[in-house]
């Protein structure tokens, strides 16, 4: 990179970086230094110890080159940010920001455009701090702002693919070139950084915009988890070499619901654990349940629900009666509901399962469910082209809870049925990794998959580290 020097640069980018970083940490010594030395200081300049050759380095052009200079540089360079805000699927998009010679493309100029639009209209409370003041920011925007820079600084920028963030009503797309460079399984669990840029990272840390200890994707699992909403999927696409993280913002909890709960349970709401979640949400939708009932739903050691219970009834939100193991729990004041109101005609449940399904042939397209089942398919519906892996990872996601027609999932996934039957729930079944709803017969008319319960035991052991 020693070819580029001061000149392909933007100097109202520098301008602009240097005022953040002022009012960031006004007394930093690299503040008094010129713009040759800041960026030696950054790693976006160096010089060659052998040949004594000097120049900016790749890091220094992306984040605050000219778009000429770094076309020159890299001419398959492409950023791309859509928002896809339209009920009309003929609108491609609602607004894009790409180099179109209207702005500086580099990555600080199009951080600084594209966050401000990513956060916008967000519909979320924000949090008190210890003195009672309204923070700046909630934890979905400081999630949201660890993807966008994650996606900058782990991209290989070398590559011809682009870098697309697209934001959706109810969900938020990031692809950015390049594999991970740790495992699926170190990524959930944090506390491992291994950064594809790691002079880009320096340079977006001195503005307080990245995480350099490894903890960067768990607050956005944390900020997700506190929203219940689904939880992020990350997916490599090895056929493309991209990597795709999808934050869909749809609740685990229907809407009715989760208002009612957030009045009893007020400000403690985002603080709930999954076992509070599911032991309330089972209050609320039964009326009156047991530790034997949360158990179905629930991987957790009866010891560890009843000291929830117990938990519950002292903050008040429960209230118990009976004694033994006729112990029974139900909401503070809340009128016991009519079970019945609560099971649609469609659904039974099977004895000795841990789940019940769903008997009729295909989900109604505006239900709650099959809404949530659309969020969870959209990596492989929006996106084009998937890699095996996605497409057999959210297959496996959609029939965690209830067993799917094929009809259903080739709707969900935008594929043909018999693409499906054959690429992916044939090899699939035989694999062990799907079960048949009538086993007895392959073409029952009513034939439908489901997870099988040693995949759902794996996926619940990997979340617990969520």
């Avoid at 493309?105 to 009672?132: E, G, M, T, W």
């Avoid at 660890?146 to 920028?157: F, G, T």
């Avoid at 179905?296 to 560890?304: I, K, T």
């Avoid at 034939?447 to 040693?454: D, F, G, H, L, N």
Wanted: proline content about 5%; charged content about 25%.
């Amino acid at each position: 990179m020693g070819r580029f020097n001061l000149a392909d640069l933007d100097p109202e980018t520098l301008k602009a970086f240097r005022q953040r970083f002022v009012s960031r940490e006004p007394d930093h010594p690299w503040l008094g230094l010129d713009d040759k030395n800041l960026l030696i200081q950054l790693g976006g300049w160096k010089r060659d110890r052998i040949t004594g050759k000097e120049g900016l380095t790749l890091a220094g052009l992306l984040m605050f080159g000219r778009e000429r200079s770094i076309l020159d540089a890299l001419p398959h360079y492409q950023l791309d940010y859509q928002e896809r805000l339209s009920k009309d699927l003929e609108t491609r998009w609602t607004y894009r920001l790409t180099l179109d010679g209207k702005w500086e493309a580099n990555l600080f100029n199009f951080y600084y455009r594209v966050y401000s639009r990513l956060v916008d209209d967000i519909n979320v409370p924000f949090q008190l701090d210890k003195d009672a003041v309204r923070r700046g920011e909630t934890h979905v925007h400081e999630a949201l702002r660890e993807a966008l820079v994650n996606s900058l600084i782990h991209a290989d920028h070398q590559s011809s693919r682009p870098i697309k963030i697209i934001k959706f009503k109810s969900s938020f797309f990031f692809l950015n070139p390049g594999c991970l460079r740790i495992s699926l399984q170190q990524l959930y669990d944090g506390g491992i950084s291994d950064p594809r840029n790691p002079n880009l990272q320096k340079m977006f840390q001195m503005l307080g915009l990245s995480e350099k200890a490894g903890s960067g994707f768990g607050k956005i699992l944390r900020a997700w988890k506190e929203q219940q909403w689904f939880t992020p999927l990350v997916s490599e696409k090895l056929d493309l070499d991209m990597t795709l993280v999808a934050l869909p913002m749809i609740s685990l909890i229907p809407e009715n619901v989760e208002k009612e709960l957030k009045e009893i349970v007020g400000d403690n709401y985002c603080g709930l654990t999954e076992l509070d979640r599911v032991v309330l949400v089972m209050a609320h939708q039964l009326g009156d349940i047991c530790n034997a009932d949360i158990q179905l739903f629930s991987s957790e050691h009866p010891r560890d629900i009843g000291e929830c219970l117990k938990r519950l009834v002292n903050k008040g939100w429960l209230e118990r009666s009976g004694h033994g193991r006729g112990t029974h729990y139900a909401l503070i004041n809340r009128q016991q509901p009519d079970l019945l109101s609560f099971i649609p005609s469609s659904e039974h449940y099977e004895d000795n399962s841990e789940h019940y399904e769903d008997n009729s042939e295909h989900y109604e397209d505006n239900s709650e469910h099959y809404k949530r089942l659309q969020v969870i398919a959209a990596p492989v519906r929006e996106t084009g082209r998937t890699s095996k892996e996605l497409v057999e990872q959210v297959i496996l996601e959609l029939c965690s809870e209830h067993y799917l027609p094929l009809r259903t999932l080739a709707q969900l996934l935008g594929r043909e049925p018999d693409s499906i039957r054959n690429h992916y729930v044939n090899p699939m079944l035989e694999g062990g990794l799907l079960e048949l709803r009538h086993p007895e017969q392959l073409n029952h008319p009513q034939q439908a998959y489901r997870t099988t319960s040693q995949q759902n035991s794996a996926a619940r052991e990997a979340n617990k580290t969520d």
